[in-house]
């Protein structure tokens, strides 16, 4: 029943290391986000992708790198992880728009808390 | 560019009082705006949005918005708090390609 699920929950990881975020919707929506909300909870888009094609990249590290396999996946692989990573990655999807006609809803998961140490 | 600015990182009422929460955006283009809720520990859930039909916009759990141009503003109310309305909101704007463009948000407290 979950629309947006994300796995892990919970990450906890030491510094240097690479570790993976994985989403999934079942909500049929053709486009994915990735959010990071920092420890002062300020929420900012990180990417997204739109029948697996990158549309929206804001100025991430390159360390981060989305995967989308399929319309349904949107995954988040992290490189070489800094103290500044530790966020909370949430996870969204909608239908597709390019903003200027109209805005679809977008859901989002539960969340994933990364702490690197 | 676009932007949302929350007035007040904290609010805190009685239990039964009026909610307020501002709103201020900028936006060159006419906005989308949103009011998401995040209780502790969960994701985000929409409360109410604003898609330039009516000015007032009424969400979930007697929860409404006043969409005000002249003001650049998009401010929460509830006529009644419940200590289940506790919770961190977040106001926010539609950009380019769906994104969302979030405010810092308020954490509301809500005391018996």
């Known amino acids: 029943d979950t629309a947006v699920s994300q796995t892990p929950k919970y990450l906890v990881t030491q510094m240097g290391n690479d570790k993976s975020i994985k989403c999934e919707q079942n909500l049929g929506h053709d486009t994915m986000y990735w959010y990071k909300q920092d420890s002062k909870k300020f929420l900012k888009i990180m990417f997204s992708y739109n029948n697996k094609e990158l549309i929206i990249n804001e100025t991430v590290p390159n360390r981060f790198s989305p995967k989308s396999p399929d319309k349904a996946h949107l995954n988040l692989h992290i490189n070489s992880l800094e103290l500044g990573d530790s966020a909370v990655y949430f996870c969204?999807?909608?239908?597709?728009?390019?903003?200027?006609?109209?805005?679809?809803?977008?859901?989002f998961g539960p969340g994933t808390r990364l702490t690197v140490l | 560019a676009q932007s949302v600015t929350q007035l007040g990182s904290h609010v805190s009422v009685s239990e039964g009082a009026l909610v307020l929460l501002r709103c201020n955006y900028s936006s060159s283009v006419p906005p989308y705006l949103f009011w998401y809720v995040q209780y502790p520990n969960q994701g985000l859930q929409l409360l109410l949005k604003y898609t330039s039909a009516a000015t007032l916009v009424k969400g979930i759990n007697g929860f409404e918005a006043e969409f005000k141009k002249s003001e650049t503003s998009f401010h929460l109310t509830k006529p009644s708090a419940h200590m289940s309305d506790a919770a961190e909101y977040f106001c926010a704007l539609s950009g380019g390609y769906n994104k969302l463009i979030f405010g810092a948000g308020t954490r509301l407290a809500v005391h018996p």
């Open positions: 969204a999807s909608s239908q597709f728009s390019t903003g200027t006609g109209g805005f679809n809803q977008q859901f």
